[in-house]
């Protein structure tokens, strides 16, 4: 069975196109991410390890025969998946990503400052191109385990544990009426990573907004039961509660590893703003999209300058 999910990657990737359609199905198959490193060969990292590219398709231990990329291969891939145009993408590039329809590529580089911090990147040295695949069904136990969703909950996961896959398929189930009523779901595409897939009929994408921005428009103009968004970092803390106190039902993932990652500072002061009654940690990235364990959580939802000791 071909795995279209990495295909519609490798189709973007200009020169490095037909090595990457060439490589075996299982190797595809269990890809994250396709990485380009500057001096060093490209590579598949997944849930077996790291696979390098090479003449004859891929081999999993490091070689320094390997050929690694130049600066002139890495300028032309970027070039490549900016459609030949840096400042069409300068936005995304100032937060280190590339959007490519469903998928991202993460940049590494120099970091250019300017009066109002980054605002651009020179000297890249790195490119990571997450693979991105839709698993329906695989938020399922969530809504089993008979937790609100529509309260709020939060996915913790590290990273490549399937956060923003089981997000999707979640958007979908309540967007289709899976397990209850339709509900109209308000989806925060912010690095367009969360669509591309069909979300069924009451789902509302809004795609490559900042993450309070989107909010915001969506609470005025789309009128959601539940909003759902990907990978809350400090900063939407205060988006949260505006969300929470607005009478909508929040959805969102953060980054968390462990068997308690309540312990986590942000995902504790996350769970303390009220907005997410219910906890669902992920097994992790040997296991893509397995919910670990949901809790139930209860806390004061109160402003976060009215609680005692803050």
């Known amino acids: 069975m071909t795995d279209h999910a990495f295909d519609a990657v490798a189709q973007k990737l200009g020169p490095y196109r037909e090595a990457l359609l060439a490589l075996p ?7 994250f991410d396709i990485r380009f490193k500057l001096g060093q060969p490209p590579a598949l990292f997944g849930r077996e390890g790291v696979f390098f590219l090479s003449g004859g398709g891929a ?7 390997l050929p690694g990329l130049n600066a002139a291969q890495m300028e032309e891939l970027l070039l490549h998946i900016c459609g030949y145009s840096i400042f069409s993408h300068e936005e995304e590039l100032r937060q280190g990503f590339v959007s490519l329809g469903a998928c991202r590529a993460g940049v590494c580089g120099t970091a250019v400052e300017g009066e109002r911090g980054v605002r651009g990147l020179r000297d890249v040295t790195s490119l990571v191109f997450r693979v991105p695949r839709d698993f329906p069904g695989c938020g399922d136990r969530l809504f089993q385990s008979g937790a609100d969703l529509a309260a709020g909950v939060l996915v913790a996961g ?5 956060k923003t ?9 309540l967007s289709l009426g899976r397990f209850g009523p339709c509900r109209r779901v308000a989806v925060l595409d912010c690095r367009g990573e969360l669509g591309g897939w069909d979300l069924g009929p009451c789902a509302d994408v809004l795609r490559g907004f900042p993450k309070a921005q989107a909010l915001d428009i969506a609470l005025r103009t ?4 539940i909003i759902l968004c990907d990978e809350l970092a400090p900063e939407d803390l205060d988006a949260v509660e505006r969300a929470m106190f607005a009478g909508v039902g929040l959805i969102a993932s953060v980054h968390a590893r462990g068997a308690s990652p309540q312990d986590r ?10 907005a997410f009654p219910t906890l669902a940690a992920l097994s992790g990235r040997a296991s893509p999209c397995q919910i670990a364990s949901v809790e139930a959580f209860r806390w004061e939802a109160l402003p976060r300058h009215m609680r005692a000791g803050t």
């Open 165 to 173: 896959t089981l997000l999707r398929d979640i958007a979908r189930s």
């Open 158 to 162: 590290e990273p490549s544990s399937g």
């Open 222 to 225: 789309l009128s959601p039961e």
């Open 59 to 65: 081999v999993r231990h490091f070689s320094r025969e």
């Open 265 to 274: 500072p942000l995902c504790r002061a996350l769970l303390e703003t009220g």
């Open 25 to 31: 199905e299982p190797v595809k198959r269990q890809a």
